[in-house]
């Protein structure tokens, strides 16, 4: 079983500020973490993903995340927020990249980002 | 472009009707999966194809929705008798086996049931 939690539902930040967005997931074996961000009107573009490589995960656009197995944590962060970063964030868990067959993904249920100029 | 792609993006039905979505899938990818999204929430699985065999559906998924990928490539997702609470954004994504469940997403195709 498997499931994700994003603690924040909003999150507002200042242009030029960091960002945090939190993810807390729950799984039954070590899992593959997805970040997915969502701009209005546009498909989900796929941010970073971890899948028992390194911890620190890097992404596009900036973003990088930290894999913490002892937390259960997979939280996204961005030095420096810019205006264009304003979107809504999913974390994602899905079994590990080795398992067979049908991967099932679970989404979170989001955290919109908002950046005031 | 050689995305994900869904037609159509926008859809308006009364309440009864049926509706018709297509999902075509990048290339290459041997996997197809449909997904519901409703405001405020994630996604959420309603189906998955390996090639062209329907391996995985959710409860979600009831009666008047059925999924198909007759030649592997393209997908269609019809819902019939329309009800107001099948208003959401129809999702498809696709992948490719080994690549670590990575999947791409289309742009969706929003269903407003009046």
């Known amino acids: 079983a498997q499931s994700v939690t994003q603690l924040d539902s909003h999150v507002s930040v200042s242009e030029g500020t960091p960002v945090l967005l939190r993810c807390n997931y729950s799984?039954?074996?070590?899992?593959?973490l997805f970040w997915y961000v969502q701009h209005p009107n546009k498909g989900l573009q796929l941010l970073l993903k971890?899948?028992?490589?390194?911890?620190l995960v890097k992404g596009i656009n900036g973003f990088e995340a930290e894999f913490k197995k002892s937390e259960t944590s997979f939280h996204l962060t961005k030095p420096s927020a810019h205006m264009s970063d304003a979107a809504e964030y999913f974390c994602?868990?899905?079994?590990?990249?080795?398992?067979?067959?049908?991967?099932?993904?679970?989404f979170g249920t989001g955290t919109k980002l908002q950046v005031i100029p | 472009d050689t995305g994900v792609s869904q037609n159509p993006r926008h859809k308006i039905t009364k309440r009864g009707q049926n509706v018709t979505f297509r999902c075509d899938p990048i290339?290459?990818?041997?996997?197809l999966y449909w997904y519901r999204q409703t405001l405020g929430q994630g996604p959420e699985f309603l189906t998955y194809?390996?090639?062209?065999?329907?391996?995985?559906k959710s409860r979600l998924l009831s009666d008047r929705f059925s999924a198909e990928r007759p030649k592997g490539s393209f997908s269609t997702l019809e819902i019939q008798r329309t009800e107001q609470g099948d208003s959401a954004m129809y999702l498809c994504?696709?992948?490719?086996?080994?690549?670590?469940?990575?999947?791409?997403f289309g742009p969706g195709t929003r269903l407003t049931v009046l």
């Open positions: 799984s039954s074996y070590s899992p593959s």
């Open positions: 994504a696709s992948s490719k086996s080994g690549t670590g469940n990575e999947q791409f």
């Open positions: 971890y899948t028992s490589a390194a911890t």
């Open positions: 994602v868990v899905s079994p590990p990249l080795h398992s067979g067959g049908y991967q099932k993904v679970t």
């Open positions: 194809f390996q090639n062209e065999a329907q391996l995985e």
């Open positions: 290339s290459e990818h041997n996997r």
